[in-house]
């Protein structure tokens, strides 16, 4: 247990409101004083039957049966914050405090004006079940005297001169749990131009991490193969950890027939398990046929992504006259059940110590800012882009893994530059694979288009490392380097060759190679890391 929370204050402050907020934030357990009298006193449940009998066990026991009450409650949960209520007269807050030590307890005091309370209660109990006026409640002995604890408490929160969860922020920030994060966030971002295997990586690893979140749109899949799927909305590791809670951050696109259709596929997201951002931009059918008339000149997947942030951008509080409203997730009545701010739950999923997977979609060299342009998509694309669109601070940031393939690619027809290309013949000759297999595999996920093929550009990589600011990097299809690789299980098990490439792209970006996949699936992975 960390905390013993106490609160105080008149009738309609707004008491209940603010415990709803804090329980909202922490791992709370409420100590109900109503409950407590109902069953020791067995009394009508209304509030002046309460404020009765609740007086008569302060006389009967000098307040200690609220302490009582917390120690019932302490023996049937694990919660690491105790909530009380409501305390009503000093004698109870001391009990409290002399029982649990002072260390531990929190007593916040909330007070409002006179005519700010008067005007909560008669809005209250228009209608409702009390009949009891303002004036009469106020008069109540201890009614009238609960302004005294503002004396005693360890803060005072004016309640109308701020919103619920100001006032919450206010009363607990570094009280009840610390601002410093126990952990850090994990991101996992292609080095190339996608494709680079990204989400079979962040498949294999989301069992290490609580909670997997996803930024970007559908116009990139991510194959996984434990179990097989293509994910395209949601993080590559949802099905490979249903325990993980589901995020999808801020600065997402979302096809909602597509997200839809994933969700269906992960039937235990439904029981509270995903979580998507309400300021997350739906994209609409109108979007992808605006892209399907302008796009072909870029080789766009043309998934409407593009368009919905243009819209995004424009339609701030206007209507467009080239494209739908603007609608963004908390405007869709489907995805009601899931709308949360993932900002500030990732931010209270590191304070708590949580392990966190942040999954990047695309890659760097097809940023909107800094890639090939016009061969780019409609994001920033790096590291700095991730955490902008999942609200994370650059404090915040772990690990940070490029994701690099041996041949990198780029989509089919006129997708722009890419270095020396190369033919998928040359690379199964070079290689010892099939040619079919070759084929079968460097197919579009989304486009379903051929792809095309480079040899490695050292400069492109060592500066994406730099640009990323990587930690390690995870490099992809270490089969195209020897077929025998496909057989290895450690660094030392691969041809010369596959081990002079690592040791080169370790000396040239200046970061270790921890992981190395030679095949797809959990038997394709080497992992170095310590």
């Avoid at 093929?453 to 994406?464: N, V």
């Amino acid at each position: 247990m960390q905390k013993i929370i106490i609160l105080s204050g008149p009738i309609a402050v707004g008491k209940t409101a603010f415990a709803d907020e804090l329980m909202r934030r922490y791992p709370c357990q409420k100590v109900s004083t109503r409950n407590y009298i109902l069953k020791v006193k067995h009394v009508e449940n209304s509030r002046a039957s309460l404020q009765e009998a609740g007086m008569q066990l302060d006389d009967e026991t000098n307040g200690s049966w609220v302490s009582d009450a917390v120690a019932e409650t302490l023996t049937e949960t694990d919660k690491s914050v105790l909530l009380i209520d409501s305390a009503r007269i000093a004698a109870q807050v001391e009990r409290i405090r002399e029982r649990f030590g002072r260390k531990k307890v929190l007593h916040i005091h909330l007070t409002a004006a006179e005519h700010v309370l008067k005007d909560r209660y008669e809005k209250r109990n228009k209608g409702g079940d009390s009949a009891i006026s303002f004036e009469v409640a106020r008069q109540n002995a201890t009614e009238s005297q609960v302004e005294n604890l503002a004396l005693i408490a360890d803060v005072v929160v004016e309640t109308d001169k701020s919103d619920v969860p100001s006032c919450v922020t206010f009363a607990t920030a570094t009280r009840v749990l610390p601002l410093i994060p126990k952990s850090k966030v994990d991101l996992f971002v292609g080095g190339q131009w996608g494709s680079e295997g990204k989400g079979n990586i962040c498949a294999l690893l989301a069992s290490e991490y609580d909670i997997l979140v996803r930024v970007g749109g559908p116009n990139a899949g991510h194959k996984v193969q434990d179990p097989k799927y293509t994910y395209r909305q949601l993080p590559s590791g949802t099905g490979s950890n249903p325990q993980a809670q589901i995020f999808i951050a801020a600065g997402s696109t979302i096809s909602l027939k597509i997200l839809l259709q994933e969700i269906e596929h992960h039937e235990w997201l439904k029981s509270g398990r995903l979580f998507i951002d309400g300021q997350a931009m739906i994209i609409e059918e109108e979007d992808v046929k605006i892209e399907q008339k302008l796009l072909d000149g870029i080789s766009s997947t043309k998934q409407g992504v593009g368009s919905a942030a243009a819209r995004k951008i424009l339609g701030r509080d206007v209507k467009l006259d080239w494209g739908p409203a603007v609608r963004l997730a908390r405007n869709v009545s489907e995805l009601e059940p899931y709308i949360a701010n993932i900002g500030s739950k990732i931010e209270r999923a590191l304070i708590e110590g949580k392990r966190v997977m942040l999954e990047g979609t695309q890659g760097t060299e097809l940023s909107i800012h800094h890639g090939s342009y016009p061969h780019v998509t409609s994001r920033e694309t790096s590291a700095a882009g991730c955490l902008s669109d999942a609200g994370v601070p650059f404090t915040a940031l772990g690990r940070v893994v490029v994701v690099a393939r041996t041949y990198p690619i780029r989509v089919g027809g006129k997708s722009g530059p890419m270095g020396v290309e190369v033919t998928m013949d040359e690379i199964s000759h070079r290689s010892g694979l099939p040619i079919e297999e070759i084929r079968k595999t460097e197919i579009g996920s989304v486009s379903n288009n051929p792809r095309r093929m480079a040899e490695f550009d050292w400069e492109r990589l060592r500066r994406s490392v730099y640009w990323n600011g990587a930690t390690e990097i995870a490099l992809t299809f270490v089969d195209y380097l020897g077929h025998q690789n496909s057989a290895a299980n450690r660094f030392e098990e691969l041809n010369a060759e596959a081990q002079h490439f690592i040791e080169n792209l370790e000396r040239v970006c200046g970061v270790p190679v921890s992981l190395i996949s030679k095949g797809f699936g959990r038997r394709g992975l080497i992992d170095r890391r310590n």
